[in-house]
């Protein structure tokens, strides 16, 4: 099982480019959630999902923009990159409302 | 304002060592406390995790404690190994919510020496 695959894994973008960030399940998880980690503040959730169609603001979310067409996918946008957006990004999902499952992070530098 | 309050920042234990990592939190209406372990260039993954109808929770190596009336909980591995070098999340989340309420602590990096 792949688990949870998050594309692209490294991106160096400038000051107002956009980008997508892609976000993959095959646990059949209801909930998907967008995190960013940055030094000395643990993670911080951008925007979730409870379900297919669904999007909901979490901690963090001006800048960022997020779709769930299809179950197993979630994305993050990015419309106007601004170096404040330069952190690693997580995508998790789960099954109850308990167990976490990460993918491996997507480091973002904005120049 | 910071809801948990994760010490130390980092820790160095020798081998063989107990490594303790303290959290600390505000609010009362926690209760889903879980531990979340993180390797260099990985995802964190979910380690342990407690409720606070028992105050201790032991999974091998890896015990959580919890005092609900002082408001902390703690993260104890008994004898310490290389391998356990990674960086520790704690996190809360009240209850009747999902993941969208955990708050996660700022990161415990722990460094076990031979």
């Known amino acids: 099982n792949a688990g949870v695959t998050q594309t692209p894994k490294f991106r160096v973008l400038k000051t107002g480019q956009s980008m997508t960030l892609l976000c993959a399940q095959d646990m059949n998880h209801e909930y998907m959630y967008w995190y960013r980690q940055d030094p000395g503040m643990g993670l911080r959730l951008i925007h979730y999902s409870v379900g297919e169609g669904t999007t909901a603001k979490g901690e963090v979310p001006d800048g960022y923009n997020v779709s769930r067409l299809k179950k197993q996918n979630f994305l993050l946008g990015l419309e106007s990159a601004a170096p404040s957006q330069t952190s690693v990004y997580f995508c998790?999902?789960?099954?109850?409302?308990?167990?976490?499952?990460f993918g491996a992070g997507t480091r973002l530098s904005v120049l | 304002q910071q809801q948990v309050k994760q010490s130390p920042q980092s820790l160095i234990v020798q081998k063989g060592g107990i490594s303790i990592i303290n959290c600390a939190y505000e609010?009362?209406?926690?209760?889903?406390f879980p531990w979340y372990q993180q390797f260099p260039g990985k995802g964190p993954a979910l380690l342990i995790a407690?409720?606070?109808?028992?105050s201790e929770k032991k999974e091998g190596r890896f015990t959580i404690s919890f005092n609900k009336s002082a408001k902390q909980f703690s993260l104890h591995i008994m004898d310490s190994q290389p391998g356990d070098s990674a960086t520790y999340f704690c996190a809360a989340s009240p209850a009747n919510f999902g993941n969208e309420k955990l708050t996660f602590g700022t990161g415990t990096r722990l460094t076990i020496i031979p």
């Open positions: 609010n009362t209406a926690f209760d889903y």
């Open positions: 998790a999902s789960s099954y109850t409302a308990e167990r976490l499952v």
């Open positions: 407690i409720r606070p109808d028992v």
